[in-house]
């Protein structure tokens, strides 16, 4: 397995469900993040990690509660979502922290719907 | 603040050169472009630091003039496998966390 992987790659999950969703990088990386990806408007940082400890939280409401155990894996824990929730969920990781100067490679993304 | 890109859209033929514009209302250390396929990840295509730097691989190249906080993407002899959503994203300083996307620009080119 190579790049960055995420998993589940569709997820369907009531208001009331919990579920997570999981990414794992094997490139050697240091920061990895989460973005949501919503029709029609731009990729939107939500969480970043350096070295497993979390950098940033972009304003983004407590029903997402990341996870970063180790530098290799990266969880997105969800509970009471609303609709607007669904979207697209991507991972990313770049070589250390700090964007301005390092490409991020992307996972494939998790297709996500709130029912 | 989001940066702007220009056109939207484009649709070319096969062969036909586009250029995608990126600008910014902020002074930029560095302007990242992706590319994205339908239902794929994004990928990156190449990162422009500050001080002007021209890059490029293949037939697909990028400008970045930072005293105008813009930057162009160049794609000459359009192959089909061009086709995607083209986005800029801009960082204000190295170790800025913060990554910003544009809308992107769809790009389709047909046969």
């Known amino acids: 397995e190579t790049g960055v992987t995420q998993t589940p790659r569709h997820l369907v999950m009531g208001m009331t469900n919990k579920k997570s969703l999981k990414c794992e990088q094997h490139?050697?990386?240091?920061?990895m993040y989460w973005y949501k990806q919503s029709a029609k408007k731009p990729l939107e940082l939500m969480f970043v990690?350096?070295?497993?400890?979390?950098?940033e939280n972009n304003s983004v409401p407590s029903r997402f509660s990341p996870e970063c155990p180790n530098s290799s894996h990266l969880f997105l824990h969800l509970h009471t979502l609303q609709p607007e929730d669904s979207a697209l969920y991507l991972c990313?990781?770049?070589?250390?922290f700090g964007q301005g100067a390092y490409e991020q490679y992307f996972g494939p993304g998790t297709r996500l719907t709130v029912t | 603040q989001q940066p702007v890109q220009s056109p939207q859209a484009v649709i070319l033929r096969e062969g036909e050169d586009a250029v995608i514009n990126c600008s910014s209302s902020?002074?930029?250390?560095?302007v990242h472009w992706y590319r994205q396929k339908h239902g794929e990840a994004p990928v990156f295509l190449m990162i422009?630091?500050?001080?002007?730097e021209q890059k490029g691989h293949d037939k697909i190249s990028a400008s970045f003039n930072e005293k105008k906080q813009q930057s162009s993407l160049y794609l000459t002899a359009s192959q089909l496998s061009y086709s995607g959503t083209y986005f800029c994203?801009?960082?204000?300083?190295?170790?800025?966390?913060?990554?910003?996307f544009g809308k992107g620009t769809k790009l389709s080119v047909i046969p």
């Open positions: 990313a990781s770049s070589l250390r």
């Open positions: 990690y350096s070295l497993e400890e979390r950098v």
């Open positions: 902020k002074a930029l250390y560095s």
């Open positions: 422009l630091l500050k001080g002007g």
């Open positions: 490139l050697g990386h240091n920061a």
């Open positions: 994203a801009v960082a204000a300083g190295a170790g800025s966390y913060q990554l910003t």
